[in-house]
């Protein structure tokens, strides 16, 4: 078998996995798993900007609060249906990271991360201070009736969780075809050394600049797809902590493999999930278990799978 | 502009504060032919081939490349004309297979055709002699296999004018013959601009010699013209001609 079959199979399997667990596992564990989706594509989003490209951005929150806020005020305020609600939430996006792309991307390393934190503080506190249009920190309720798409109610379990299967496929298969074109590639030879890149005749900055606007932009798109399928948008989802969990998901998971974010989701899902049900101080058991894998398994679940069993994983 | 010529320099400068490292350099290369800069160290051959490809900014003068002005053109423009460059300390993807370091010189040319891009993967490794190391990770391989990988990554992008800063520097004797080997089978094919330090090596490939020292050219001409200069000679050994 070659290494593109296997890691075919891979995908298409990880997705028939997802659709069976449907059918076979008890309501709370399938609640739970739509969940996971949609935040595996926010981290998908984030992977292929700091996995693929080798650019750790601290502002991600912002692109995810673009698509949730662009979907959500074109609802509240102009009446919007779902469908043109969910292309004005996508071209938020598209466009804040555009911008904060063009303008963070003149700096690198820790400067970059900053610049970008900043930018998405900035974004947190546009959300408060417009409070009357956004209703800030209480956030608001998304009607019933605009969760339907295309026939589907959203907010059934069943809706919801079909959704979310057919959003993570689409999301994981784009980016992992993506990550194995010349684009893709050219994109890891910067993470490994631009300069050399950059002396092949590759236009580094135009590649980040469209990095930057494709892993925002499916940010965004999970963004918009939480509050359609959750039925509620708040000023929380544009806070820093939603910055960093796309970043602890994807070291967990695993950074610059396609698998490693779903995986780094659930893991980090089920590890709060379980730690609470046992103590309330559940950070505790969280955060050692953080700093063993950290010490364990520096490369995150997939990648060290990937380092010591399945070389050919993409 | 004259054709034979593909690449020349017009009163090139390169001050960092009040230290030139190159002064009003007028440069000519001629097409096809295999021209060696020499210089001790410090005479600012790096820094010049720097402002050729772009890595450095001039601070005044022209560079013109088969005619065309090209000092307003980054770094990669300047690559895609045609012009590769090899690093002095070595620079690979060392993450990556050796393939995959070639294709991606390759690629930028040659696009997402995959079989063409294997067969030119294919053949420069084999030129260089590293077909069968092709899918080892290039940060494992030793130095003198890095230099001889760098030099594979050029050769991959079909260059008009090659640019190598240094490429003997740690390879092995028998290594450097074969180097000699493959610049010789380029000659016609493609121009080549050597910064080199081997004397030998420059000996048995160069066309012509430009000698830079304190970063103006203190001589150009052909191996045996320079060989016989005294101004050269005694930039070399430290003699100094007048006290």
């Not at chain 1, 797809?225 to 509620?232: E, K, N, P, R």
Request: glycine share 10%; with cysteine; charged share 15%.
């Amino acid at each position: 078998m070659s290494n593109t079959q296997r890691s075919n199979l891979l995908h298409l399997g990880t997705i028939a996995l997802l659709a069976v667990a449907f059918f076979i596992l008890p309501t709370y564990h399938v609640g739970n798993l739509s969940r996971i989706m949609v935040l595996a594509v926010y981290a998908i989003g984030y992977n292929f900007l700091f996995g693929y490209t080798g650019l750790l951005s601290l502002g991600h929150a912002l692109f995810f609060a673009a698509g949730m806020y662009g979907l959500g005020l074109s609802m509240e305020l102009f009446d919007l249906t779902t469908a043109p609600a969910l292309v004005i939430g996508l071209a938020s996006a598209l466009v804040i990271s555009a911008v904060i792309g063009f303008l963070a991307l003149r700096t690198s390393g820790v400067s970059f991360m900053i610049v970008t934190l900043m930018f998405a503080q900035a974004g947190y506190l546009t959300i408060l201070y417009f409070g009357t249009y956004t209703r800030g920190d209480e956030g608001f309720v998304i009607q019933q009736a605009d969760r339907v798409l295309f026939g589907v109610d959203l907010s059934s379990d069943t809706g919801r969780y079909f959704a979310a299967l057919a959003l993570f496929s689409a999301c994981f298969l784009a980016v992992a075809h993506l990550v194995q074109s010349p684009f893709g590639r050219t994109l890891v030879a910067i993470r490994e050394n631009e300069e050399r890149a950059r002396m092949l005749g590759y236009d580094t900055v135009t590649h980040k600049l469209k990095a930057v606007i494709i892993s925002g932009t499916i940010s965004g798109l999970a963004g918009a797809a939480y509050a359609l399928l959750f039925g509620y948008a708040g000023a929380t989802f544009a806070t820093v902590q939603y910055s960093i969990f796309p970043l602890l998901w994807v070291l967990l998971g695993g950074a610059g493999t396609t698998i490693g974010p779903l995986i780094g989701v659930i893991f980090m899902f089920y590890l709060i999930d379980l730690s609470s049900s046992i103590t309330s101080a559940y950070m505790l058991i969280a955060g050692v278990v953080l700093v063993l894998l950290t010490l364990f398994a520096p490369q995150g679940l997939a990648g060290e799978l990937r380092k010591r069993v399945f070389k050919w994983m993409p | 502009m004259d054709a034979v010529n593909i690449l020349s320099t017009k009163g090139l400068t390169k001050t960092y504060g009040g230290i030139k490292a190159n002064t009003n350099i007028d440069f000519v290369l001629p097409k096809g032919k295999t021209m060696a800069l020499i210089g001790p160290n410090g005479a600012g051959k790096s820094t010049f081939v720097g402002m050729l490809c772009g890595r450095i900014a001039a601070t005044s003068g022209d560079v013109f490349f088969e005619g065309q002005n090209i000092n307003a053109l980054p770094a990669h423009k300047r690559i895609s004309l045609g012009i590769a460059y090899t690093f002095q300390i070595t620079s690979v993807f060392a993450g990556l297979s050796l393939h995959e370091n070639v294709a991606l010189a390759a690629r930028r040319r040659l696009g997402s055709d995959v079989t063409a891009v294997d067969a030119k993967v294919a053949d420069v490794l084999a030129r260089v002699g590293l077909l069968d190391r092709a899918d080892q990770i290039a940060g494992d391989l030793s130095y003198g296999h890095q230099r001889l990988l760098e030099i594979a990554m050029g050769l991959a992008q079909d260059p008009r004018l090659f640019i190598l800063d240094e490429p003997t520097q740690g390879l092995a004797d028998s290594e450097i013959a074969s180097f000699i080997d493959l610049i010789n089978s380029l000659a016609g094919e493609t121009t080549i601009l050597l910064i080199e330090h081997n004397m030998d090596v420059v000996m048995k490939t160069a066309a012509y010699i430009t000698v830079l020292n304190f970063g103006e050219i203190l001589a150009a001409g052909t191996p045996d013209e320079i060989h016989a200069n005294e101004a050269v000679q005694a930039a070399y050994l430290g003699t100094t001609t007048d006290a």
